[in-house]
């Protein structure tokens, strides 16, 4: 069973629930994180418990959502998503949190936009099991506690940085989901071929791993997009050929980087000779928000060492330069 509240969209391009792991037997990569989420999973289920609250943080698109519910399902458990900005008033959390049958995987995406008020609530509920609800009106108005069922809160974060001490010590367990190796996509791409229907060569698999910036989301739906051109190709398997040709028209280049990605390096080396140059500014240069730019563009290229944060600002590196085929026209560590 689960239950859907707030904006969470689980059906990206409405065909991602066919692809979306059920269980940690068919969730791709991660051996180490899967294993010891088995031995608690294990555990939990003898003593017939809730699994402790669960903090898994790590990019967009690496399987935080899809993780969580394949947990609940292991568990044999009712999984209920909703995410920090859905949770305005203290009326939001308190209807859910009472509604929760036993043992339930209530997840929070977005953990660290939670509201102080909000916040202050889920310590109660995490830690006792209780919450704190007013009855009655003005001059009559008390507070009363009420207790909970017994749920394992699932919190999901792309900046744990951003989460208060309070709120990440009342989690008993700490997952963070790297970036996956060329390797780990290609069998996500495999798996994903076949659940499509569609025949892929190594090759092409690998091609399309390269370019998929270590996250099962971007695999997915390169996967999908070439699919399109060898269906139109006429093409009954997805080729090395067929793929160069979709990633070329696609503009997306070896490294994984697709146009925008381009133009914000480009802004950066054009515009502000390099940097540094500040986050907000550059968000509006290259017509972005300040979080898309710092969660989903920038993550890449720093790793991809293309990018620099540093506290004056972000800069191209070298590496940058000759990317894009720029001369390297400044002294880069001055
Ligand atoms: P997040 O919550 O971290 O943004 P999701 O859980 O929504 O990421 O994952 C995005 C998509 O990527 C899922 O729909 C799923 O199809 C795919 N995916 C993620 N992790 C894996 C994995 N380990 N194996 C196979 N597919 C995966």
Known sequence: DSILTGDIQLDEEGQDSVLRPRSLHEFQGQSDLKENLDVFIQATKARNEALDHLFISGPPGLGKTTLAGIVA?????????????????????????????????????????????????????????????????????????????????????????SVSTPLHTRFGITIRINPYTHQELQSIIRRSANLLHIAIST????????????????????????????????????????????????????LGL??????????????????????????????????????????????QGLLMRTRQGRTATELAYQHLGFPITKSLDS
């Open 73 to 161: 399902s292991e568990l044999g458990v009712n999984f209920v998503l909703t995410s920090a900005p859905a949770l305005e008033k203290p009326k939001d959390l308190a209807g859910l949190l009472t509604s929760l049958p036993e043992h339930s995987l209530f997840f929070i995406d977005e953990i660290h936009r939670l509201k102080p008020t909000i916040e202050e609530m889920l310590y109660i509920a995490m830690e006792d099991f209780e919450m704190d609800i007013i009855v009655g009106q003005g001059i009559g108005a008390r507070n009363v506690r009420i207790p909970l069922p017994r749920f394992t809160l699932v919190g999901a974060t792309t900046k744990p940085g």
């Open 203 to 254: 090759e092409a698999s690998l091609l399309l791993a390269q370019c998929a910036r270590g996250t099962p989301r971007v695999a997915n739906r390169l996967l999908k997009r070439v699919r399109d051109f060898a269906q139109v190709h006429q093409k009954s398997e997805i080729d090395q050929a067929i793929t160069q040709l979709a990633l070329q028209k696609l503009q997306v280049d070896h």
């Open 258 to 303: 697709e146009e925008q990605d381009r133009y914000i390096l480009r802004t950066i080396i054009n515009v502000y000779h390099g940097g540094p140059v500040g986050l907000q500014t550059l968000a509006i240069a290259v017509g972005e928000s300040a979080e898309s730019l710092e969660d989903f563009y920038e993550p890449y290229l720093v790793q």
